[in-house]
């Protein structure tokens, strides 16, 4: 089992991390106002989107850092065969170590299932900017069936102080949305999330692979 490059990882996904919220803070203010019980431009419209994307940008470098550097951590250690039908497991595994959500759950294993198609298909591994096609497809399909609950969260963050929804339970704000709004409510913003993580996956996934190629490469050549 060869040792993985874990300093080329922790740059690569700190770089990573920075540029996609540098490029795409503004697409997630918009969508989380339009998923605001106040509604789109009562929470601020199009007014300040880029508010706060410095500390932002400062904290998701060694955030994604982390997260890649886990990843890469628990595939090495896991160590499946990429033929072998456990390997959805194996990259489900890394990513609720890297970040327990339901969104990595689902990027992640698309991810590396289209990379590995996609070699497969031409005969060699993808180049960096189709591993960034393939995480701009798997962050899209993980953005439009994980909406409902995003929009739970955006609804507990933005909820009045002692009221249901501001304890927290996500399946209460579900249900809350869904009895209000129904299923146009439980999607709301779906297609700017959509169009975000698609663009994010394609950025966020494809300047890893790119910055943690160049890495492990320069580090070759090193004597």
């Not at 089992?1 to 990882?9: H, K, Y």
């Not at 456990?86 to 299932?113: C, D, K, N, R, Y």
């Not at 927290?168 to 146009?184: C, D, E, M």
Request: with cysteine.
């Amino acid at each position: 089992m060869d040792q993985p490059g874990f300093t080329a990882s922790l740059v690569a996904g700190g770089v990573a991390g920075v540029s996609v919220d540098l490029i795409l803070f503004p697409l997630d203010t918009i969508k989380t106002r339009l998923q605001s019980p106040q509604g789109f431009y009562k929470a601020g419209g199009f007014y300040g989107v880029y508010a706060g994307v410095p500390s932002t940008a400062i904290g998701s470098f060694p955030n994604a850092a982390a997260f890649f550097v886990t990843y890469e951590y628990v595939k090495w250690i896991l160590n499946t065969d990429s033929s072998s039908y456990l390997m959805p497991v194996t990259h489900m595994l890394a990513a609720s170590a890297g970040e327990v959500i339901p969104f990595s759950l689902v990027q992640f294993p698309l991810w590396e299932s289209l990379k590995a198609l996609w070699s497969w298909r031409q005969g060699h591994v993808v180049d960096s900017w189709q591993s960034a096609v393939c995480g701009a497809f798997a962050g899209g399909f993980a953005a439009a069936v994980t909406t409902p609950l995003d929009v739970a969260k955006t609804r507990i963050m933005l909820a009045k102080a002692g009221s249901s929804t501001a304890s927290g339970n996500i399946l209460s704000a579900l249900h809350a949305v869904w009895r209000t709004q129904g299923l146009s409510g439980l999607f709301a913003g779906v297609f700017p999330r959509m169009a975000a993580i698609s663009l994010g996956g394609f950025i966020f996934l494809g300047a890893y692979d790119q910055t943690r190629s160049f890495l492990l490469e320069l580090g070759r050549e090193s004597p």
